[in-house]
C-alpha cells in the first residue's frame, strides 16, 4: 500500500450529489427541496438522467423511464438536460481538484479520482483535513456539493465516496480496509453487475467478506482469471495508479424511438444518423475501436445486443454503417417492432472487450 520506501499513498474519490438535479436546483431556487427530474418528457418516452435526492426517496433513478417516476412521484418536476451547462460546471470542479493535484483522472462529468499523496506529504496535513478543505472550496466556488471517499487505493476510495450521500466524507485508514469492506453488500464492488451478483449468491457469497474467504484456486474454477481480481478487490488490494490520461474503452450512441418501427428502411436510416454521430467521435481517437455493437430493444422491452470485428477497425461513418447493417438486417423479421437502437464501438486499448450498453 506504499509506493516504494516513499509516502503512504493517498487517493481520494470526488462525487458530485446528484448532479445534473442539483444544478437545476441551484440556477432555480424555486426548485431546491423538490423532487426533480431530470431527463426526456414521459410522453415522449424519455428517461430519467438524473433526480434530486428528494425524488429518489419515492425509488427513483436514473435510467428508470420517465413515465414510471412520475407515476411515482405525480408531484416531481421534469428539467430538459442542460447538457452544455453541466460541462461548463464540470470543468470549474475539475479545475479546482487540479489546483490542489496534478494528478486527477475525471470518470465522467461529475466523478474523478484525485492522488493526493504529494499534497499531503508536501503541506503535513491530514488527508481528511485536505478533503474537507476541497469539498469547501467546491461549494464555495461552484455552489455544488461533493461527497468525498479517501482510501490508499482507487476502489475502496470510491466504495467510500459512496456510503455517506449526499456532502458526504468517509475516511478508510490504511490497514482498515479489509475490516471496512467486509459487511459490504458484493454489488457494491465496481465490476459485479447483476449476472455475477446472481452467480455469487449461488454460491453463498453475499458480501465482499465472504468473497473475500474464497480462495483464488476455487475462484479461477468458477469464474476464471476474473474471479482472483475480484476477490483481490473486495480484500482491499488495489494497486491501480490514478491515469491523468484515459483512454476511451468506448464510443456509442442510441436512440429511443417516440413510436415503435417496424419498417427496415426507416431503422436503416436512423442507424445512419447514429453511425455518423459515433464517427464524429472516433475521429478523436488516437486509436481504432475494434468491435461494433449494435444495441436493440423491442416493443416488449427485451434488449439484446449483436457484435463483430471486421479485419480492418473502422474509421468513418461509411464503414461503420456496413458493419452496423449487417447486424441489424439479421434481426429485422416481419411483425418485430423496435423501440430502441444503438451503435457503439469499442476495443480501443484492451484485448478484452468491455460491455458498451447497461442492459
Known sequence: MTIGDGPQRCI??????????????????????????????????????????????FGIHSA??????????????????????????????????????????????????????????????????????LKSTVTTKVGLTISVGVAASKSVAKIASDMDKPDGLVVVDPGQEGAFLAPLPIRKLSGIGPKTEERLRRHGIATLGDLASRSDDWLTREFGKRGPELAALSRGQDARSVAVHRAAKSISAEITFPQDISD??????QLDRLCQRVAARLQHSPTPGRTVTLKLRLADFSTFTRSATPGVPPRDALALGRV??????????????????????SGFVEQRQPPLFDL
Open 324 to 345: 452496423a447493417h449487417g447486424l441489424l438486417e439479421r434481426e429485422v423479421e416481419s411483425g418485430r417492432r423496435f423501440r430502441l437502437l444503438g451503435v457503439g464501438v
Open 264 to 269: 427496415p428502411h426507416e431503422l436503416g436510416l
Open 64 to 133: 428508470m423511464p420517465m413515465r414510471t417516476a412520475v407515476a411515482r412521484c405525480p408531484r416531481a418536476i421534469v428539467v430538459p438536460p442542460r447538457f452544455d451547462r453541466y460541462r461548463e460546471l464540470s470543468r470549474q470542479v475539475m479545475d479546482i481538484f487540479k489546483s490542489l493535484t496534478n494528478l486527477v483522472e475525471p470518470l465522467s462529468l461529475d466523478e474523478a479520482f484525485l492522488d493526493v499523496t504529494g499534497a499531503v506529504a508536501s503541506s503535513g496535513a491530514a488527508p481528511v483535513h485536505l478533503a474537507r478543505e
Open 12 to 57: 481520494l474519490h470526488a462525487d458530485l450529489d446528484a448532479f445534473y438535479a442539483s444544478v437545476e436546483q441551484m440556477d432555480r431556487p424555486e426548485l431546491k427541496g423538490k423532487p426533480v427530474l431530470v431527463g426526456g418528457p414521459p410522453e415522449k418516452r424519455g428517461v430519467v438522467a438524473a433526480c434530486s435526492y428528494e425524488a429518489r426517496a
